[in-house]
């Protein structure tokens, strides 16, 4: 075989990865790994250890053991940070800015998707017309479609989206389906943690259960 002939190594590997509180396991060891245009639902129930998981791939808390692997690389913190789009629980916005400047700061920090602007960005989430609205003032899942426009705004390949439909009305739903799809379309992927109460978007998708301390 010659290095041409190999297929491209995952998107993510996870390697014997484990993570403990107070001597007390949360999750692992655990093997997984996702490749570029596949989507792994993380199911689980509350306080299973999903958005622990996430925060540890992330690299917001470190792993008590095992490995990460990007690009079949080490996950180092600046790889991390290049791969990585992280939509958690928190909207991550700016209250005292308005919905657009916050795109805009944003891209100004992570850089930005070809051919996409927070202009469009917002009319995609249906914001269209909050350009002006201070964060703080937008409802709990006009912030989730901000935060939805900044995720689809980052370059990043790899998605971390921890409870992605929670605030949003069933339109909304199906735009994170919708981006989902576009974006493992697009070559990238996506770790979603769901309590498995939506319909899986149609693309190739992976399954991975978590159970409390196991
Ligand atoms: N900051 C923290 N300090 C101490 N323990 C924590 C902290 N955050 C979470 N935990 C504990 O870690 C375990 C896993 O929590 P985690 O938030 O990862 O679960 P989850 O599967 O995302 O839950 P949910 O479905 O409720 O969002 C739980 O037992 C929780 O109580």
Not at 118 to 128: K, R, T
Not at 186 to 197: K, R, S
């Amino acid at each position: 075989m010659t290095p041409t002939d190999r297929p491209a190594p995952p998107l993510l590997e996870a390697r014997s990865l484990r993570f403990a509180r107070n001597d007390e396991p949360v999750f692992g060891p655990l093997d997984f790994s996702v490749d570029a245009g596949e989507a792994l639902l993380v199911q689980g129930d509350n306080g299973a250890g999903k958005t622990t998981l996430l925060r540890v791939l992330a690299g917001l808390l470190r792993a008590d053991g095992g490995e990460v692997h990007i690009d079949g690389q080490r996950a180092r913190a600046g790889r991390r940070a290049r791969a990585i789009a992280y939509l958690s629980h928190l909207p991550g916005l700016k209250a005292d800015l308005g919905a657009l400047e916050n795109l805009e700061f944003l891209c100004g920090l992570q850089g930005r998707r070809r051919a996409q602007s927070p202009a469009s960005a917002l009319g995609i989430v249906g914001l269209a017309g909050y350009e002006d609205t201070l964060a703080r003032q937008l409802s709990a899942g006009q912030k989730k479609r901000l935060s939805l426009a900044r995720l689809w705004l980052s370059p990043a390949p790899l998605w971390l989206l921890d409870e992605p439909y929670a605030n949003l009305d069933l339109e909304g739903i199906e735009l994170v389906n919708r981006m989902v799809q576009a974006h493992l379309r697009d070559g990238g992927a996506a770790l979603v943690t769901t309590h498995g109460a939506y319909a899986a978007p149609p693309v190739r998708t992976r399954m991975l259960v978590l159970e409390k301390g196991a």
